[in-house]
Structures are given as structure tokens and as C-alpha cells.
């Protein structure tokens, strides 16, 4: 059963982007006291009672607004073409606009869910206006309060009622999502891992817009290949269809098993290229970074060299992920790519025995104490693994507080000094002795 897509809409300043980082649970919205702050649909992951749910957060439609207003209305629309569910969320403290009815009169040309949160239902003024909004003339209503979470609860049983627990894909093959900027070879490098022409090629920046899967056997395993649109700063992004195809791979990062993040080997590493990795390293996936159209290089060796160099540099962030070079025009070297790919996976999903990991970081611990914090030293009790894509470890410790960012990295280090977790994210979680699993 595929994950169903939830859509907020709304005026300006109605509490979209407060409702959002209450759902989500950390905030990645901007939230300002200025109408239209939110230009950009924000794009996440939310769960409830175990029921996983995309969410996406829109700039607000004030259709009193000029030219500015049109770029975001047409957001909102992508975004409602996008959802299964939409949340109309208003603002009790005004009451009823003429931008509200506006909004009404668009959701009922659609054929959605749509649920009506009547927002900042907390004091009496909203309360009395709050039953205006049944006017709308939708079939459900909530009240909450998104900055002090009241009713959130509610909505959330509403937005997910009906959907089942856990998310279980029914096809059990790896999956590979194909990421980067536009034009930087991502279908000709789909054509050259399939070796045929299934997607198409074209030297015009942006020529994907969706994401489309296909099956592959490689050494007689299955594997699905996902290639995604071409992901643009954000800024850059004008078009509908460019916006629409920005969720799309978001969608693909977060089904995919192992991301390829190609770059262009003619125009060298730009800002964008990591950011385009930190959407897949938020979602904890393993990444093969493929260094494409190679076959224009010259001086193969020393480039690979200064490449290595660069990229150790860029991406220091996930300096444990793989690195490819090919070319998907000639396919030269592109037999180098699958077993990196098989590698990365296999370390995203390996178990470490409970006596080990303690050992590993006793040892660590020995080695290199934790400064101490106002007269405070940490202590470590107890370490073992408690998940996998990507692998989770647990280290219980006196006070949680008391571990500085250099630590972790340092654990972490030793971790993979240790065990060969190359090509995937790996994640240390620090809890105070006694505490319960969240």
C-alpha cells in the first residue's frame, strides 16, 4: 500500500507552516509574522500511530496579491494535484475571508479529501467565529491550536484514518534512485546500466519530469532502477512542471535502497551537488557518488586524483560514500558501478553482534576519554544496535548532555575503523541510563 500524500493550503499566516514542523516534529519551515514568508512548498516525511505520510507544506494564496501570488498559487496547485488528502487550514481569530471562499471554491473543483483546521482556536473571540467555517460546506472539520498543539491529535487520526500500519512494499527487490542536478547524465547513465534505450536522452536541461521505475537483473538479482527529474535549486525553480518533478524525487529518494548522486565531470562540483546529498543523507539512504561523462577527460589519472581530492572536500559530510567513475555516453568503466552499489547496500543492512559494538567503543573510550563539563565526565554503561537502513547504534551513558559533537565523530570513527560500513550513513543515538525507547 503506497504512502498516501498530505497537502496544507491556505491564506497567508493562517499557521501552515507552524502546523507543518508540529506534525513533522522538527522545524524545517520558515515561520515569520509576515504574510507569503513561505514561497517554497516544503516537502517531509510525518508519521502517526505508526502510519507513515508524506506532508507538504505551501506558500499562502492571497489573491488580493499581484504577480508574486501567481507563482505561488500555482505551487498550491501542483500540490494539490500531488495529494490525497488536503488540509485547508484557516485562521479563526479573522473568520471567513473572501480569499478563503476563493480557496473553497478551487478545492471543490478537485477531487480530494479535504479537511477544514480552523486554526488558533484559543481565546473567545475564535471560538465565536469558529463555527462560521462550517459554511465552507466541507464534510470535515477540526479545531486546533498548531503553535500549542491542541486538536493536532485529531487532525492527525483524520488525515490518517483507514491508512494500515508500517509500510510494506510489496516489491522486495533493491532499489536504486538516479539523483543530481539537470543534465548531468542521469538517463544516459539509466540507458547504460539497462543498455537500452528506455528513458528519454536529451542535451535539454530538465527533460525528465517524472520519476520512472524499471527492473534489471544484474548477476541473476533483480533490482529496480528509479530515475528522477533533475533536482534545481529551489530559486531556479519557475515552471509547474519543474516544481512537480521536485516531489517526485523526493518520493524516489525516500523508496530508493541506494542513491546515485551523479555529477558532471565538466563542470566540476558546485554548492547545489551537496545539497542534492543532504536530501538523501536526511533520509539515512547509502550513496555512490558516480562521476559522470569521464570519457571527456584527459589525463584520467591525475583528474581522479584532484576528483578524489575535491570530493573529499565537498563532501566531508559523508565522507564514507562510495565513488565511481564512468562514462554513461560510451559505458566505459560503467562495470564498476553494481558492485559498489551491491556494497553499499549490504552495509546499510548489516548486524553487529551487542559484544562487539561494546567493545569497540570501551576501547574508544579508553583510548581517548570525553573532556569533562563543569566538573562532570561522561560515562558509557552500555552499547548495541538497534536498527538498520542505516544502521543504528544505541549508547547509554549518564547524561546525554555531556556528549560534544566532536565525540560522536570520533565514535563514530572508531566504529567504522572497525567495521566496514563504506557507502552508508551510519547513525549513534546517546541515552541516558534508563530511558525508554521513544
Known amino acids: ?59 499562502g494564496i492571497d489573491l488580493s496579491d499581484g504577480d508574486f501570488n501567481e507563482e505561488i498559487r500555482m505551487q498550491v496547485e501542483i500540490g494539490i494535484e500531488e495529494a490525497d488528502t488536503i488540509v485547508f487550514v484557516v485562521d479563526a481569530k479573522d473568520g471567513i475571508t473572501t480569499s478563503d471562499m476563493l480557496i473553497r471554491d478551487m478545492l471543490k473543483k478537485q477531487n480530494k479529501d479535504v479537511i477544514v483546521a480552523i486554526n488558533k482556536v484559543d481565546n473567545k473571540l475564535a471560538e465565536d467565529n469558529m463555527y462560521d467555517f462550517y459554511s465552507l460546506g466541507f464534510n470535515e472539520f477540526v479545531s486546533i491550536s498548531a503553535e500549542h498543539g491542541t486538536g493536532v491529535n485529531e487532525l492527525l487520526k483524520l488525515i490518517t484514518y483507514g491508512e494500515e500500519k508500517g509500510y510494506e512494499d510489496e516489491d522486495n527487490t533493491i532499489k536504486i534512485s538516479v539523483i543530481g542536478r539537470p543534465n548531468v547524465g542521469k538517463s544516459s547513465l539509466v540507458n547504460a546500466v539497462l543498455n537500452e534505450e528506455r528513458v528519454i536522452v536529451s542535451n535539454v ?35 509547474s512542471v519543474e516544481k512537480y518533478s521536485l516531489i517526485r524525487s523526493m518520493k524516489a529518494i525516500d523508496r530508493s535502497d541506494v542513491c546515485l548522486l551523479v555529477l558532471d565531470a565538466t563542470t566540476g562540483i558546485v554548492e547545489h551537488d551537496k545539497h542534492i546529498a543532504g536530501y538523501a543523507l536526511e533520509m539515512g539512504k547509502p550513496i555512490v557518488i558516480v562521476v559522470n561523462k569521464w570519457d571527456t577527460i584527459d589525463e584520467k ?56 559494538i561494546n567493545d569497540i567503543i570501551r576501547d574508544a573510550f579508553i583510548e581517548t576519554p570525553p573532556a569533562s563539563y563543569k566538573g562532570k565526565k561522561l560515562k558509557v554503561y552500555f552499547a ?16 546525554k548532555g555531556l556528549v560534544h559533537f566532536s565525540y560522536y565523530r570520533y565514535l563514530e570513527n572508531k566504529i567504522r575503523q572497525n567495521i566496514d560500513f563504506s557507502g552508508t550513513p551510519i547513525v549513534i543515538q546517546f541515552k541516558n541510563k534508563g530511558e525508554k525507547e521513544l
Open 301 to 356: 589519472d591525475e583528474s581522479m586524483k584532484e576528483w578524489k581530492k575535491d570530493i573529499k572536500h565537498n563532501f566531508q559530510f559523508m565522507d564514507y560514500a562510495k565513488v565511481v567513475f564512468l562514462s554513461a555516453k560510451t559505458k566505459k568503466r560503467i562495470h564498476t558501478l553494481m558492485p559498489e552499489v551491491i556494497e553499499s547496500y549490504n552495509n546499510s543492512i548489516k548486524e553487529v553482534k551487542t559484544s562487539i
Open 1 to 59: 500500500m503506497a504512502r498516501k500524500t498530505v497537502c496544507l493550503v491556505g491564506r497567508p499566516n493562517t499557521g501552515k507552516s507552524t502546523l507543518f514542523n508540529r506534525i513533522v516534529g522538527k522545524k524545517i519551515a520558515i515561520i515569520e509574522d509576515a504574510p507569503g514568508i513561505t514561497r517554497d512548498r516544503i516537502y517531509s516525511q510525518a508519521m502517526y500511530n505508526d502510519i507513515p505520510f508524506y506532508l507538504i507544506d505551501t506558500g
Open 384 to 399: 548495541h544496535q538497534s536498527g538498520t537502513k542505516p544502521p543504528r547504534f544505541d549508547i547509554e551513558v549518564n547524561s
Open 205 to 239: 536541461a530538465g527533460t525528465t519530469r517524472d520519476a520512472i521505475d524499471t527492473k534489471f537483473t544484474y548477476n541473476k538479482e533483480e533490482y529496480t532502477l528509479i530515475d528522477t527529474a533533475g533536482l534545481r535549486k529551489k530559486g531556479r525553480i519557475f515552471e
